[in-house]
Protein backbone atom coordinates (compact mmCIF):
# COMPACT_ATOMS: atom_id res chain seq x y z
CA UNK A 1 0.00 0.00 0.00
CA UNK A 2 1.27 3.67 -0.41
CA UNK A 3 2.81 4.80 2.21
CA UNK A 4 0.42 8.44 2.57
CA UNK A 5 -2.66 5.85 2.30
CA UNK A 6 -1.42 3.28 4.85
CA UNK A 7 -0.72 6.52 7.29
CA UNK A 8 -4.32 7.44 6.86
CA UNK A 9 -5.77 3.87 7.64
CA UNK A 10 -3.56 4.20 10.88
CA UNK A 11 -4.80 7.39 11.80
CA UNK A 12 -8.52 5.97 11.15
CA UNK A 13 -7.90 3.03 13.19
CA UNK A 14 -6.71 4.65 15.54
CA UNK A 15 -9.43 7.27 16.06
CA UNK A 16 -12.06 4.86 15.94
CA UNK A 17 -9.90 2.67 18.28
CA UNK A 18 -9.44 5.62 20.97
CA UNK A 19 -12.96 7.54 20.57
CA UNK A 20 -15.52 4.62 19.70
CA UNK A 21 -14.06 1.70 20.84
CA UNK A 22 -11.64 2.60 24.42
CA UNK A 23 -15.57 4.00 25.95
CA UNK A 24 -17.49 1.04 25.01
CA UNK A 25 -14.81 -1.47 26.76
CA UNK A 26 -16.61 -2.07 30.18
CA UNK A 27 -19.97 -2.74 28.22
CA UNK A 28 -18.89 -5.20 26.04
CA UNK A 29 -16.87 -7.17 28.90
CA UNK A 30 -19.91 -6.76 31.54
CA UNK A 31 -22.32 -7.86 28.04
CA UNK A 32 -19.68 -10.32 26.63
CA UNK A 33 -20.91 -8.97 23.17
CA UNK A 34 -19.37 -6.56 20.48
CA UNK A 35 -22.17 -3.73 19.25
CA UNK A 36 -23.91 -4.00 15.85
CA UNK A 37 -22.47 -0.52 15.00
CA UNK A 38 -19.28 -1.65 16.01
CA UNK A 39 -19.04 -4.83 13.82
CA UNK A 40 -20.76 -2.59 10.80
CA UNK A 41 -18.18 0.43 11.35
CA UNK A 42 -15.44 -2.03 11.06
CA UNK A 43 -16.33 -3.81 7.76
CA UNK A 44 -17.00 -0.39 6.41
CA UNK A 45 -13.38 0.58 7.32
CA UNK A 46 -12.17 -2.66 5.71
CA UNK A 47 -10.66 -4.19 8.74
CA UNK A 48 -12.51 -7.74 7.71
CA UNK A 49 -9.90 -8.14 5.29
CA UNK A 50 -6.87 -6.09 5.73
CA UNK A 51 -4.21 -8.48 5.10
CA UNK A 52 -6.49 -10.61 2.31
CA UNK A 53 -5.28 -9.29 -1.47
CA UNK A 54 -6.66 -6.13 -3.03
CA UNK A 55 -7.62 -8.59 -6.01
CA UNK A 56 -10.33 -10.00 -3.41
CA UNK A 57 -11.27 -7.10 -2.23
CA UNK A 58 -8.75 -6.76 0.96
CA UNK A 59 -6.39 -4.37 1.79
CA UNK A 60 -3.43 -6.19 0.45
CA UNK A 61 -1.01 -4.97 3.73
CA UNK A 62 2.18 -6.96 4.10
CA UNK A 63 3.02 -8.48 7.61
CA UNK A 64 4.94 -5.04 8.56
CA UNK A 65 2.00 -3.07 7.71
CA UNK A 66 -0.34 -5.73 9.60
CA UNK A 67 1.83 -5.60 12.89
CA UNK A 68 1.33 -1.30 12.49
CA UNK A 69 -2.28 -1.86 12.55
CA UNK A 70 -2.33 -4.26 15.29
CA UNK A 71 -0.22 -1.64 17.44
CA UNK A 72 -3.27 0.01 17.43
CA UNK A 73 -6.00 -2.33 17.52
CA UNK A 74 -4.00 -4.06 20.73
CA UNK A 75 -4.38 -0.84 22.34
CA UNK A 76 -8.44 -1.78 23.22
CA UNK A 77 -10.24 -4.88 24.81
CA UNK A 78 -8.93 -7.88 22.37
CA UNK A 79 -12.33 -8.74 21.22
CA UNK A 80 -12.43 -6.10 18.77
CA UNK A 81 -9.54 -7.70 16.87
CA UNK A 82 -11.05 -11.33 17.70
CA UNK A 83 -14.02 -10.51 15.64
CA UNK A 84 -12.80 -10.41 12.43
CA UNK A 85 -8.84 -11.51 13.17
CA UNK A 86 -9.74 -14.87 11.66
CA UNK A 87 -11.07 -13.75 8.88
CA UNK A 88 -7.88 -12.22 8.09
CA UNK A 89 -5.22 -14.94 9.90
CA UNK A 90 -5.91 -18.36 10.18
CA UNK A 91 -9.25 -18.86 8.64
CA UNK A 92 -8.41 -16.66 5.51
CA UNK A 93 -5.14 -17.40 5.16
CA UNK A 94 -6.25 -21.29 4.46
CA UNK A 95 -7.37 -20.30 1.14
CA UNK A 96 -4.48 -17.95 0.11
CA UNK A 97 -2.46 -20.49 1.09
CA UNK A 98 -3.56 -23.77 -0.35
CA UNK A 99 -7.40 -22.93 -2.35
CA UNK A 100 -7.68 -23.21 -5.38
CA UNK A 101 -8.61 -20.26 -7.83
CA UNK A 102 -12.29 -21.33 -7.69
CA UNK A 103 -12.22 -21.22 -4.04
CA UNK A 104 -10.31 -18.02 -3.74
CA UNK A 105 -12.93 -16.34 -6.14
CA UNK A 106 -16.12 -17.46 -4.50
CA UNK A 107 -15.12 -17.01 -1.09
CA UNK A 108 -12.35 -14.66 -0.36
CA UNK A 109 -14.66 -11.59 -1.00
CA UNK A 110 -17.11 -12.44 1.01
CA UNK A 111 -14.98 -12.81 3.93
CA UNK A 112 -12.85 -9.63 2.77
CA UNK A 113 -15.64 -7.97 2.86
CA UNK A 114 -17.42 -9.15 6.47
CA UNK A 115 -20.21 -10.86 4.70
CA UNK A 116 -18.86 -14.16 5.52
CA UNK A 117 -17.80 -14.87 8.76
CA UNK A 118 -14.89 -17.76 8.69
CA UNK A 119 -13.72 -20.20 11.35
CA UNK A 120 -10.33 -22.12 11.97
CA UNK A 121 -11.44 -25.33 13.43
CA UNK A 122 -7.77 -26.96 13.70
CA UNK A 123 -8.08 -27.81 17.89
CA UNK A 124 -9.20 -30.46 19.32
CA UNK A 125 -9.40 -31.95 23.02
CA UNK A 126 -6.46 -34.08 22.56
CA UNK A 127 -4.98 -32.08 19.86
CA UNK A 128 -4.06 -28.25 21.02
CA UNK A 129 -0.81 -26.47 20.60
CA UNK A 130 0.32 -30.13 18.52
CA UNK A 131 -2.41 -30.29 16.14
CA UNK A 132 -0.79 -33.55 14.45
CA UNK A 133 -2.77 -35.80 16.92
CA UNK A 134 -5.78 -34.60 15.54
CA UNK A 135 -8.54 -37.65 15.63
CA UNK A 136 -11.35 -35.85 13.61
CA UNK A 137 -11.70 -38.60 10.33
CA UNK A 138 -13.01 -37.56 6.70
CA UNK A 139 -13.24 -41.10 4.29
CA UNK A 140 -14.61 -40.24 0.53
CA UNK A 141 -17.75 -41.59 -0.86
CA UNK A 142 -18.37 -41.06 -4.32
CA UNK A 143 -18.49 -37.31 -4.76
CA UNK A 144 -18.30 -36.24 -0.86
CA UNK A 145 -16.56 -36.29 1.66
CA UNK A 146 -18.18 -37.54 5.26
CA UNK A 147 -16.69 -35.71 8.19
CA UNK A 148 -16.80 -36.90 11.55
CA UNK A 149 -15.12 -35.69 15.20
CA UNK A 150 -14.35 -32.97 17.21
CA UNK A 151 -13.49 -29.19 18.41
CA UNK A 152 -12.69 -26.97 20.44
CA UNK A 153 -12.15 -23.64 21.63
CA UNK A 154 -13.38 -22.35 17.91
CA UNK A 155 -13.13 -18.72 17.94
CA UNK A 156 -16.20 -17.26 16.67
CA UNK A 157 -17.48 -20.40 16.05
CA UNK A 158 -21.32 -19.66 17.25
CA UNK A 159 -21.31 -16.53 14.53
CA UNK A 160 -19.29 -18.25 12.12
CA UNK A 161 -20.64 -18.83 7.90
CA UNK A 162 -17.87 -21.25 7.36
CA UNK A 163 -15.27 -23.44 9.10
CA UNK A 164 -11.89 -24.56 7.76
CA UNK A 165 -12.18 -28.09 9.05
CA UNK A 166 -9.13 -30.27 9.49
CA UNK A 167 -9.57 -33.56 9.23
CA UNK A 168 -7.50 -36.66 9.09
CA UNK A 169 -7.86 -38.19 5.53
CA UNK A 170 -5.26 -41.06 5.63
CA UNK A 171 -5.09 -42.73 9.01
CA UNK A 172 -2.22 -45.02 8.20
CA UNK A 173 0.01 -41.51 7.47
CA UNK A 174 2.61 -40.08 9.82
CA UNK A 175 1.06 -37.81 12.15
CA UNK A 176 1.69 -35.09 10.65
CA UNK A 177 0.59 -36.11 7.13
CA UNK A 178 -2.87 -37.15 5.81
CA UNK A 179 -4.41 -34.14 7.09
CA UNK A 180 -6.47 -32.26 4.63
CA UNK A 181 -8.85 -29.31 5.09
CA UNK A 182 -12.37 -28.69 4.40
CA UNK A 183 -14.61 -25.63 4.07
CA UNK A 184 -17.66 -26.22 5.75
CA UNK A 185 -20.80 -24.07 5.49
CA UNK A 186 -22.69 -23.18 9.07
CA UNK A 187 -26.03 -25.59 8.81
CA UNK A 188 -24.77 -27.91 6.89
CA UNK A 189 -26.34 -31.09 8.42
CA UNK A 190 -24.72 -33.34 11.18
CA UNK A 191 -22.56 -30.19 12.08
CA UNK A 192 -23.47 -28.86 15.48
CA UNK A 193 -21.99 -25.92 17.33
CA UNK A 194 -22.16 -25.83 21.10
CA UNK A 195 -23.14 -23.22 23.61
CA UNK A 196 -20.64 -20.49 23.96
CA UNK A 197 -17.73 -20.99 26.69
CA UNK A 198 -17.34 -19.06 29.38
CA UNK A 199 -13.84 -17.96 29.64
CA UNK A 200 -11.85 -15.95 32.05
CA UNK A 201 -11.65 -12.90 29.77
CA UNK A 202 -11.81 -11.61 26.42
CA UNK A 203 -15.30 -11.30 27.10
CA UNK A 204 -16.91 -10.05 23.86
CA UNK A 205 -14.92 -12.77 21.58
CA UNK A 206 -16.88 -16.14 21.25
CA UNK A 207 -15.37 -19.18 21.64
CA UNK A 208 -17.59 -22.81 21.46
CA UNK A 209 -17.13 -26.81 20.85
CA UNK A 210 -17.92 -27.83 17.01
CA UNK A 211 -19.35 -31.23 16.54
CA UNK A 212 -19.05 -33.02 12.80
CA UNK A 213 -21.53 -36.67 12.68
CA UNK A 214 -21.50 -37.84 9.47
CA UNK A 215 -21.09 -33.90 7.78
CA UNK A 216 -21.14 -34.73 3.98
CA UNK A 217 -19.60 -31.75 1.86
CA UNK A 218 -18.82 -32.10 -2.13
CA UNK A 219 -15.95 -33.23 -2.99
CA UNK A 220 -15.51 -29.59 -4.20
CA UNK A 221 -15.01 -28.63 -0.40
CA UNK A 222 -11.53 -30.00 -0.59
CA UNK A 223 -9.14 -27.19 0.01
CA UNK A 224 -7.01 -27.10 -2.83
CA UNK A 225 -8.99 -29.72 -4.60
CA UNK A 226 -7.20 -32.80 -5.27
CA UNK A 227 -3.77 -31.35 -4.76
CA UNK A 228 -5.03 -30.11 -1.51
CA UNK A 229 -5.20 -33.86 -0.39
CA UNK A 230 -3.26 -34.99 2.77
CA UNK A 231 -1.75 -31.49 3.09
CA UNK A 232 -3.28 -30.04 5.88
CA UNK A 233 -1.00 -30.08 8.56
CA UNK A 234 1.37 -27.76 5.80
CA UNK A 235 -0.99 -25.22 5.76
CA UNK A 236 -2.25 -24.93 8.93
CA UNK A 237 1.63 -24.44 10.07
CA UNK A 238 1.97 -21.53 7.40
CA UNK A 239 -1.39 -19.88 8.74
CA UNK A 240 -0.21 -20.26 12.11
CA UNK A 241 2.80 -18.77 11.65
CA UNK A 242 1.73 -15.77 10.34
CA UNK A 243 -0.52 -15.67 13.27
CA UNK A 244 2.07 -15.73 15.81
CA UNK A 245 3.23 -12.37 14.47
CA UNK A 246 0.14 -10.98 14.04
CA UNK A 247 -1.08 -12.07 17.99
CA UNK A 248 2.42 -10.63 19.18
CA UNK A 249 1.71 -7.05 17.38
CA UNK A 250 -1.28 -7.06 19.37
CA UNK A 251 0.43 -7.85 22.53
CA UNK A 252 2.36 -4.75 22.05
CA UNK A 253 -0.47 -2.79 21.67
CA UNK A 254 -1.69 -3.79 25.10
CA UNK A 255 1.70 -3.31 26.78
CA UNK A 256 1.43 0.23 25.42
CA UNK A 257 -2.02 0.92 26.72
CA UNK A 258 -0.92 -0.58 29.90
CA UNK A 259 1.88 1.39 29.74
CA UNK A 260 -0.32 4.39 29.75
CA UNK A 261 -2.96 3.44 32.27
CA UNK A 262 -0.03 2.72 34.67
CA UNK A 263 1.61 6.15 34.03
CA UNK A 264 -1.75 8.24 34.02
CA UNK A 265 -2.35 6.12 37.49
CA UNK A 266 1.28 7.03 39.37
CA UNK A 267 1.09 10.55 38.40
CA UNK A 268 -2.92 11.52 39.96
CA UNK A 269 -2.89 8.85 42.77
CA UNK A 270 -1.77 9.85 46.31
CA UNK A 271 -0.26 7.80 49.16
CA UNK A 272 0.95 9.08 52.49
CA UNK A 273 0.56 12.59 51.16
CA UNK A 274 2.53 11.64 47.74
CA UNK A 275 2.24 10.99 44.49
CA UNK A 276 3.08 7.13 44.23
CA UNK A 277 5.02 8.33 41.14
CA UNK A 278 7.54 9.79 43.18
CA UNK A 279 7.93 6.15 44.75
CA UNK A 280 11.08 5.21 42.94
CA UNK A 281 10.25 1.52 43.46
CA UNK A 282 6.71 2.26 41.52
CA UNK A 283 9.16 4.17 39.02
CA UNK A 284 10.75 1.02 38.89
CA UNK A 285 7.86 -0.86 37.67
CA UNK A 286 6.85 2.05 35.30
CA UNK A 287 10.30 2.10 34.12
CA UNK A 288 10.32 -1.65 33.59
CA UNK A 289 7.04 -1.90 31.60
CA UNK A 290 8.25 0.91 29.32
CA UNK A 291 11.32 -1.32 28.43
CA UNK A 292 9.09 -4.13 27.75
CA UNK A 293 6.72 -2.74 25.54
CA UNK A 294 9.74 -1.11 23.59
CA UNK A 295 11.91 -4.44 23.32
CA UNK A 296 8.72 -6.04 21.86
CA UNK A 297 7.45 -3.39 19.48
CA UNK A 298 11.26 -4.12 17.91
CA UNK A 299 11.28 -7.25 18.41
CA UNK A 300 7.67 -7.62 16.67
CA UNK A 301 9.08 -5.37 13.42
CA UNK A 302 12.12 -7.32 12.99
CA UNK A 303 10.15 -10.74 12.77
CA UNK A 304 7.82 -8.65 10.46
CA UNK A 305 10.25 -7.84 8.08
CA UNK A 306 11.67 -11.06 8.24
CA UNK A 307 8.70 -12.85 7.52
CA UNK A 308 7.75 -10.10 4.15
CA UNK A 309 10.97 -11.33 2.91
CA UNK A 310 10.56 -14.72 3.70
CA UNK A 311 13.99 -15.22 5.04
CA UNK A 312 12.38 -15.99 8.66
CA UNK A 313 8.96 -17.55 8.91
CA UNK A 314 9.49 -20.40 11.55
CA UNK A 315 11.83 -19.53 14.04
CA UNK A 316 11.16 -15.54 13.98
CA UNK A 317 7.28 -15.92 14.16
CA UNK A 318 7.45 -18.37 17.64
CA UNK A 319 10.58 -16.05 19.13
CA UNK A 320 8.37 -13.11 18.81
CA UNK A 321 5.35 -14.75 20.14
CA UNK A 322 7.45 -16.15 22.97
CA UNK A 323 8.62 -12.83 24.19
CA UNK A 324 5.80 -10.52 23.30
CA UNK A 325 3.12 -12.46 24.91
CA UNK A 326 5.08 -13.55 28.25
CA UNK A 327 6.22 -9.59 27.87
CA UNK A 328 2.24 -8.47 28.17
CA UNK A 329 1.59 -10.46 30.80
CA UNK A 330 4.53 -9.02 33.07
CA UNK A 331 3.59 -5.37 31.95
CA UNK A 332 0.00 -6.47 33.00
CA UNK A 333 0.63 -7.87 36.06
CA UNK A 334 3.21 -4.56 37.07
CA UNK A 335 0.00 -2.28 35.90
CA UNK A 336 -2.16 -4.28 38.32
CA UNK A 337 0.50 -3.90 41.25
CA UNK A 338 0.90 0.12 40.61
CA UNK A 339 -2.66 -0.04 41.28
CA UNK A 340 -3.08 -1.66 44.01
CA UNK A 341 -6.17 -2.70 45.87
CA UNK A 342 -7.82 -0.81 43.02
CA UNK A 343 -6.29 -2.36 40.13
CA UNK A 344 -7.97 -5.74 41.45
CA UNK A 345 -11.34 -4.65 40.81
CA UNK A 346 -13.87 -5.39 38.02
CA UNK A 347 -14.45 -1.69 36.09
CA UNK A 348 -10.56 -1.19 36.31
CA UNK A 349 -9.08 -1.22 32.87
CA UNK A 350 -6.26 -2.82 33.92
CA UNK A 351 -7.94 -5.69 35.98
CA UNK A 352 -9.83 -6.49 32.89
CA UNK A 353 -6.87 -6.68 30.15
CA UNK A 354 -5.15 -8.70 33.25
CA UNK A 355 -7.80 -11.58 32.35
CA UNK A 356 -7.07 -11.07 28.76
CA UNK A 357 -3.56 -10.91 28.39
CA UNK A 358 -3.46 -14.70 30.24
CA UNK A 359 -4.71 -15.93 26.91
CA UNK A 360 -2.12 -14.75 24.99
CA UNK A 361 0.65 -16.91 26.33
CA UNK A 362 -1.64 -20.43 25.70
CA UNK A 363 -3.30 -19.60 21.94
CA UNK A 364 -1.25 -19.70 18.67
CA UNK A 365 0.86 -22.40 20.58
CA UNK A 366 1.83 -22.14 24.41
CA UNK A 367 4.77 -20.45 25.38
CA UNK A 368 6.66 -23.52 25.87
CA UNK A 369 5.57 -24.95 22.30
CA UNK A 370 7.42 -22.14 21.69
CA UNK A 371 10.41 -23.18 23.28
CA UNK A 372 10.52 -26.32 21.72
CA UNK A 373 10.14 -25.21 18.43
CA UNK A 374 13.26 -22.63 18.22
CA UNK A 375 15.05 -25.12 20.35
CA UNK A 376 14.82 -27.62 17.33
CA UNK A 377 14.92 -25.31 14.78
CA UNK A 378 18.59 -24.41 16.37
CA UNK A 379 19.96 -28.05 17.79
CA UNK A 380 18.23 -30.06 15.25
CA UNK A 381 19.01 -33.57 16.22
CA UNK A 382 20.80 -32.91 19.31
CA UNK A 383 17.34 -32.47 20.56
CA UNK A 384 16.57 -35.59 20.32
CA UNK A 385 18.82 -36.70 23.32
Not at 202 to 231: C, H, I, K, M, Y
Not at 287 to 312: C, H, I, N, P, Q
Request: with cysteine; hydrophobic share 40%.
Amino acid sequence: MDAADFSAVLSEVRRFVRERVVPLEAEIDEKDEMPADIREAAKKMGLFGFALPEEYGGLGLSMYEEAQLMFELGYTTPSLRSMFGTNNGIAGHVLMVGGTEEQKAEWLPRIASGDVLASFALTEPEAGSDPSTLTTRAHREGDEWVINGAKRYITNAPLADVFMVFARTDPDAPRTRGISTFLVPAGTPGLTVAPKDHKMGQFGAWTADVFLDDVRVPASALVGGEDGLNRGFGTAMGCIAHGRVHISALCVGMAERLVHESVEYAGTRRQSGRLIGSFQLVQGLVADSMTDYYAGRATVLEAARAFDAGTDTKIGPSCTKYFASEMVWRVADRAVQIHGGAGYMRGVAVERFYRDARLFRIYEGTSQVQQVIIAKALLGSATQG
